[in-house]
């Protein structure tokens, strides 16, 4: 993916590598991107959580700059590759922890440039935390849906620059992330595809978090599959309807992505059924939809 040249370059935000601001990059990376567990997510489930290879793989953690700030995140891509489709792969509200890691190492054995940013990096590091509610209040609840746009445009820059194709660009996130992919959907041009996992469509406005995905549904840049849980008790089915109702009066104003999106309901699985380290994984919820994701960027032109 990288030439020698830039993965030098690449090598040099690295842990433990000496920059001109290496003190402050150090800092920013000490989050332990893609190793090990968020606290709050405690108890794991060793005996479901899927732990893909590197082998074959190129991996790694770095940090792209956005307006003075270094964001870390978390990368897999294939190895000696170039001119790849990407992936940006957002994270549940626990940050950037093992479960997106193997995430984009997924991605990546399907021939993708996956990049998985900190993309509460501002506010707090969520690794830390061993109370859900606290980490909502102290971080996830302070995060600007502007910021992380500004920070995924700057993922995709990135990945422009190391070997991704810009002409393919997907999102696909989970949870927190699934809301984000809907966003990002509605408002970046580089987008292709995306892919949501059971994120919330509705919820209400603030200065942070000024509009929601069903408000934003007549500016859909990029089609949508909605992959979602019907016993997701945070999720009611009802708000699904709503979005596709949304969805549909756009596709009849003309617009072609909502024509194109779609919603798979897996009746009897709950929230984050994806998430393999947790007591709510469902095995055959999250198998079909990962191979769902992979038709879905293929058919949509990103692999």
């Given at each position: 993916m990288l030439t020698q040249d830039q993965s030098r370059d690449f090598d040099a935000l690295l842990p433990g590598k000496s920059t001109a601001d290496g003190a402050s990059r150090r800092t920013a990376l000490k989050v332990a991107l893609g190793v090990?567990?968020?606290?709050?997510?405690?108890?794991?489930?060793?005996?479901?959580?899927?732990?893909?290879?590197?082998?074959?793989?190129?991996?790694?953690?770095?940090?792209?700059?956005?307006?003075?700030?270094?964001?870390?995140?978390?990368?897999?891509?294939?190895?000696?590759?170039?001119?790849?489709?990407?992936?940006?792969?957002?994270?549940?509200?626990?940050g950037v922890h093992e479960y997106i890691a193997d995430t984009c190492r997924r991605f990546a054995k399907a021939g993708y440039l996956a990049i998985a940013p900190e993309l509460y990096a501002r506010q707090g590091e969520p690794s830390s935390y061993g109370e859900m509610a606290k980490l909502m209040a102290e971080v996830v609840s302070k995060v600007p849906d502007a910021q992380v746009m500004g920070d995924l445009d700057a993922a995709v820059k990135w990945a422009g620059e190391n070997g991704g194709n810009l002409k393919k660009v997907a999102v696909t996130g989970f949870c927190w992330g699934g809301r984000i992919t809907w966003l990002y959907a509605e408002q970046s041009k580089n987008v292709k595809a995306a892919v949501a996992w059971y994120g919330r469509l509705v919820g209400a406005a603030s200065s942070l978090t000024p509009k929601h995905p069903l408000e934003l549904a007549g500016e859909l840049k990029a089609p949508v599959l909605g992959l979602?849980?019907?016993?997701?008790?945070?999720?009611?089915?009802?708000?699904?309807?709503?979005?596709k109702e949304a969805l549909a009066v756009a596709a009849a104003k003309g617009n072609a992505a909502a024509k194109a999106s779609e919603f798979v309901v897996y009746k009897d699985a709950p929230h984050a059924f994806h998430a393999d380290y947790r007591p709510s994984y469902r095995k055959d919820a999250a198998e079909d939809g990962f191979a769902r994701a992979l038709d879905w960027l293929k058919a949509k032109g990103v692999a």
């Open positions: 090990g567990y968020a606290a709050s997510t405690m108890p794991i489930m060793a005996q479901t959580a899927i732990k893909t290879s590197s082998e074959g793989l190129h991996t790694g953690e770095g940090i792209y700059d956005v307006e003075g700030f270094s964001v870390p995140f978390f990368y897999a891509a294939p190895e000696s590759k170039k001119n790849l489709p990407v992936v940006l792969v957002i994270q549940e509200i626990f979602y849980g019907g016993q997701d008790g945070g999720i009611p089915l009802s708000t699904i309807n709503e979005m």
